[in-house]
């Protein structure tokens, strides 16, 4: 019981040394170049629009202001088959691991454009 606290004294120091460094990288490593992002973002603009809003079709998610890591995932999921979509699975499987992470980043950093169907029934009925 008495390694206990030493240890645990080592692990909260350890802990309070390495947060900054995690926090700089935006928690993971391999974030996202949102420049870069932007500039591969040009066919995905055919059908979630240039501003990643989704004016175009309904069916097209909005992608602006969506967590990188969810966007991250689901390209991921699209590109492994483990998430079902012709259109996205043919664009995914050419993305690499970069590409992917700088197009999260990209799509996370635009203004958000979701809307609370909760707090506006009205939209929810178009």
């Known amino acids: 019981m008495h390694l206990m606290k030493p240890l645990f004294a080592t ?13 700089a990288e935006g928690g993971r490593a391999g974030r996202g170049n ?18 990643g809003a ?17 966007l991250a995932r689901a390209l991921h999921e699209y590109r ?10 043919g664009f995914a499987t050419t993305l690499s691991d970069q590409d992917i992470n700088d197009l999260a980043a990209y799509y996370a950093s635009l203004p958000v454009t979701l809307v609370d169907l909760a707090r506006n029934p009205a939209v929810a009925r178009d």
Do not use: T
């Not at 692990?11 to 926090?23: E, T």
């Not at 949102?34 to 501003?51: N, P």
């Open 80 to 89: 492994s088959g483990a998430r079902k979509n012709p259109i996205m699975a």
């Open 54 to 70: 989704a004016a175009i079709d309904p069916q097209y998610p909005r992608l602006a202001g969506q967590y990188a890591d969810y």
């Open 11 to 23: 692990l909260v120091l350890l802990g309070a040394v390495s947060l900054p460094a995690f926090a």
């Open 34 to 51: 949102v420049e870069a992002g932007k500039d591969k973002s040009l066919a995905c603009q055919a059908c979630h629009g240039q501003d």
